[in-house]
């Protein structure tokens, strides 16, 4: 029983094109980005079903769960190039937080020229509701209840790294449309104001938490 999982599972590519699976044993099978309909998802087996028009695939025990599945997201939301090239552009990407009061958002914060974009992971959520829910959960798991949550990750140096053979003027375009299509933000590195020693930096009412300083 202890194996099952290992002859369940198997190996992934994800081009900007399709998604291919090997199970164990079994022979390839693939299926088109632009033909995905609809994604579910089973945590507690890290399974992935994608069904088509005229297909399903369904990937079992999958490793890196949350990032791929975050990427089949991200790769239907924002454009994808048709081919990939050698990289030109150069910027630097790392996890970001935008805080407004205590109304908190986890994205990809990246610095490409003189510019600052925070590409959002996750809809903004209040942080006096997660404490309320934390402490529901605890409730629960002391009666024997026992949730499980799970959330995409969506991986945008996966999704920039496709584009890093476009000019800086051509990134410095595609960020902001990506920004401005997920709701993000583009400011001018020139109107960041920095606050202290850490990586926090305030713009008007927003302010971008990070780890590794902008400069």
Do not use: C
């Not at 809809?123 to 959330?151: F, I, Q």
């Amino acid at each position: 029983l202890a194996a099952v999982p290992w002859f369940l599972s198997g190996r992934y590519w994800l081009t900007q094109k399709r998604i291919i699976w090997k199970r164990l044993g079994a022979k390839p099978q693939s299926m088109a980005l632009k033909d995905i309909a609809s994604i579910s998802v089973g945590v507690r087996t890290f399974r992935l079903t994608l069904k088509g028009p005229t297909s399903k695939l369904t990937l079992r025990f999958v490793k890196n769960f949350k990032r791929l599945w975050g990427a089949l997201i991200l790769f239907r939301e924002l454009p994808l190039p048709e081919r990939v090239g050698t990289p030109r552009a150069t910027y630097r990407g790392q996890r970001s937080y935008r805080m407004q009061g205590n109304v908190m958002q986890e994205g990809y914060g990246v610095l490409h020229r003189e510019s600052f974009f925070f590409l959002p992971k996750e809809d903004a959520h209040h942080l006096g509701a997660d404490a309320a829910k934390l402490v529901g959960a605890l409730a629960l798991a002391a009666v024997g209840v026992h949730r499980v949550n799970s959330r995409a990750d969506l991986p945008f140096d996966l999704w920039l790294s496709l584009w890093s053979y476009l000019s800086d003027d051509e990134l410095d375009g595609l960020l902001r449309r990506a920004a401005e299509q997920r709701g993000g933000s583009a400011v001018s590195v020139g109107q960041l104001e920095r606050l202290g020693t850490k990586a926090w930096y305030r713009h008007g009412s927003d302010e971008f938490r990070m780890r590794q300083p902008l400069w």
